[in-house]
């Protein structure tokens, strides 16, 4: 069966540090990855999909980068983090045929 | 571009009430899927149903039903019976054919008191 792996589950980091979040899919092949961020009292906000290994598409003007290093690793990076950058990260992925999104457990991330 | 809309922000009813959420979407296309997904205070996201725009017959899922109506673009869920596990934040989202990313709304919290 398909699984999905996130880390860390929580982080607090100062304002201007480098931040690195890392997501793996097991038990499937190729499939999309996605990166959203939810929030505080706000809804999910698609940050990053890639459909194929180095194919990194942003959806929105940001402080953060992603790549896809390996067909099932997706990871969402940032040089200094902003305060604004703090938000419950969620990754995700699916198959094709506009399958269900499968949800990481999230990372927590607190900028101070 | 697509748009889903919970106007619910926040929901409170009395443990084995029955209670609606709205979900209401937006989009030009004809081909769509339609979801619900449940976040319970762990965080994680719950994936509860998938509906493709050609179906429009209501589920029914245990205490769980979902009322799918294109003529008022709308796709509320229906718990019945509610029990305080049923507590999390529902999220209604969309996607289209071409196009694998979903669209969610803001979410509906919801609180069951017992």
């Known amino acids: 069966s398909q699984t999905i792996h996130q880390w860390p589950a929580t982080l607090v980091q100062p304002v201007g540090s480098p931040l690195s979040l890392e997501c793996t899919v097991e038990?499937?092949?190729?499939?999309?990855l996605y990166w959203y961020r939810q929030a505080a009292g706000r809804g999910l906000q698609l940050l990053f999909y890639s459909v194929g290994i180095g194919q990194i598409s942003s959806e929105v003007p940001q402080n953060l980068s992603a790549s896809r290093p390996q067909d099932r690793q997706f990871i969402l990076s940032s040089k200094k983090l902003l305060l604004s950058d703090s938000g419950f990260y969620l990754c995700a992925w699916n198959g094709q045929g506009n399958s269900p999104l499968h949800f990481g457990n999230g990372t927590r991330l607190t900028v101070t | 571009a697509q748009k889903v809309t919970q106007a619910q922000t926040e929901i409170s009813v009395v443990e084995k009430e029955d209670v609606t959420l709205d979900c209401v979407y937006e989009t030009r296309d004809t081909t769509y899927y339609l979801f619900w997904y449940k976040q319970p205070p762990s965080g994680e996201l719950v994936f509860l149903i998938r509906?493709?725009?050609?179906?429009?017959q209501n589920e029914i899922s245990g205490r769980y039903s979902w009322n799918f109506q294109k003529s008022t673009s709308s796709f509320n869920f229906t718990i019945t019976a509610s029990q305080v596990v049923d507590s999390a934040v529902y999220f209604c989202?969309?996607?289209?054919?071409?196009?694998?990313?979903?669209?969610f709304g803001t979410g509906t919290r919801l609180t069951i008191i017992p």
């Open positions: 038990g499937t092949s190729n499939p999309n």
């Open positions: 509906r493709n725009s050609f179906d429009e």
């Open positions: 989202a969309l996607s289209l054919t071409y196009d694998e990313k979903l669209t």
